[in-house]
């Protein structure tokens, strides 16, 4: 159904969408090319942070395509098609919200344990941990997936949002919804409320170190990178706890449309300028390219 059927805010809306995917292409895109050619950009943080651009990138391209179509002609969308938009997007929303607490414990290493940073966070642990947040993604999307396309449909197909998710299209099935709606809850609810408690649990050291160093101009610019940081962190897992945590019931779709927003857009465009952008080395490499 989109986001308005309004012929002038539609317009504002392509605009305003159409600006933030290009930005989000862009940066990101920077920022995967900066770290694979800049041999000074060869460390586990830059690993990391290109993994998340790359991420960021498919991420926001399984549904705002779709959406900008959706204003200027019919909305519509094939059964498997639905299903396949479905498990990318959690797929790689899982995997992002991983590497998110993956980045959190290596930003941990970096300012807590510096002397050790380079034997505890070694290349083969790097791709470890990338491997396993791709996989952690891939596991949790397919049981959404896979118990949402056993559902049969009935002739009731408008999807009440703007892209396929998991809650609006179970809603549409002509049996009881009540396993699936479990499903979703507690294995959205898993991954998201671990990979946040985890990442929190990091910054919070982070922060106590922090604290013991505050008078330092050192100490004063870690937190000042930190709490950027922790603020992106925040709106992402926010959003996404607020989504997939509650029931399917009309008002919550209503919400969870203007969420969805907040973390296909507004999160995927802000990661690598809160991340990257302002860092002094990747500044110096802009320069130099």
């Known amino acids: 159904m989109g986001l308005t059927d309004r012929p002038g805010l539609q317009k504002f809306l392509f605009a305003f969408i159409f600006f933030f995917y290009l930005l989000d292409l862009c940066g990101n895109l920077l920022i995967v090319f900066l770290v694979t050619k800049n041999p000074s950009l060869q460390s586990p943080m830059y690993f990391l942070l290109a993994n998340l651009s790359f991420v960021d990138i498919l991420f926001s391209s399984v549904t705002v395509p779709k959406i900008m179509v959706g204003f200027f002609k019919k909305n519509t969308i094939g059964v498997k098609s639905c299903i396949t938009q479905m498990y990318f997007f959690h797929f790689l929303g899982g995997t992002e919200g991983v590497l998110l607490a993956v980045m959190g ?66 809603k549409l099935a002509c049996k009881d919804i009540h396993l699936n709606e479990i499903t979703v809850t507690t294995a959205s609810g898993f991954i998201s ?97």
């Open 105 to 170: 414990y290596d930003r941990y290493v970096a300012i807590c344990h510096p002397l050790q940073y380079i034997s505890i966070m070694g290349k083969s642990t790097c791709i470890q941990l990338v491997s396993a947040s791709w996989l952690t993604g891939f596991t949790y999307s397919l049981v959404n997936t896979i118990m949402t396309s056993k559902l049969p449909f009935c002739n009731n197909r408008r999807v009440k949002h703007f892209f396929c998710d998991v809650k609006p299209v179970i």
């Open 193 to 289: 409320t671990s990979t946040f408690l985890l990442t929190m649990l990091s910054y919070l050291y982070i922060i106590s170190h922090v604290l013991k160093i505050r008078y330092s101009k050192g100490g004063s610019k870690i937190f000042s990178t930190c709490s950027s940081h922790l603020a992106l962190v925040i709106l992402f897992y926010g959003t996404a706890m607020c989504t997939y945590l509650g029931s399917a019931s009309e008002t919550s779709l209503e919400k969870d449309r203007i969420a969805a927003i907040l973390f296909t857009v507004i999160t995927p465009t802000l990661n690598p300028i809160i991340y990257t952008l302002r860092n002094s080395e990747v500044r110096n490499s802009i320069r130099k390219l």
